[in-house]
């Protein structure tokens, strides 16, 4: 029986997995973090699994877990130190290194905002959910979450604005890394 339960952890892990790390390292603002939180996530359900599997959405409960998580992480991670990535050569035709400016430049701009803040943007606008499911996740209202997206764009509208933009609320929201 454990075994059976092992196998279908380790292929929920596989098919979820690279879908709750993008959502960890947005939230966290770096990879090896993000790897950090979603391994705390992975691990805490884990000894839940029997009865995570038999929820409507296994993958929803582990996201509130990454999300309940990383929100409590704050004073867990106060250290300066940042980490750098190095980025594999690869050949298929896009310029890698206006791409990782491009990420790397949102990323720095999720790092202005407040963690609520910050999740609230990820989860609406990288993950996809609705205010509702938004809410349900960050344990708050809608008009809640409402206000931390609002907040949460202005900022980085400002942020991300062109140089040269005289009016940076005129700039377009659609920048977004994958």
């Known amino acids: 029986m454990a075994a059976e339960q092992d196998a279908e952890f380790t292929a929920f892990v596989r098919d979820a997995g690279p879908a709750l790390l993008r959502t960890a390292c947005l939230l966290t603002g770096d990879r090896h973090r993000g790897e950090d939180l979603l391994q705390t996530a992975l691990a805490r359900t884990y000894a839940r ?11 929803a409960y582990v996201r509130r877990v990454v999300v309940n998580s990383h929100l409590s992480w704050r004073r867990l991670l106060s250290s300066g130190e940042q980490v750098v990535e190095s980025l594999p050569d690869r050949s298929d035709g896009r310029d890698l290194q206006v791409a990782y400016a491009q990420t790397d430049e949102l990323r720095a701009a999720l790092l202005h905002l407040s963690p609520r803040v910050r999740t609230a943007v990820v989860l609406r606008y990288y993950e996809d959910l609705s205010e509702a499911d938004t809410a349900r996740l960050m344990r708050c209202s809608t008009s809640t979450v409402n206000n931390h997206v609002t907040r949460g764009l202005a900022v980085l509208r400002t942020l991300l604005a062109p140089a040269g933009l005289t009016n940076p609320t005129a700039a377009p929201v659609s920048r977004r890394s994958s």
């Open 49 to 59: 699994w029997a009865r995570v599997r038999e929820t409507d959405d296994p993958t």
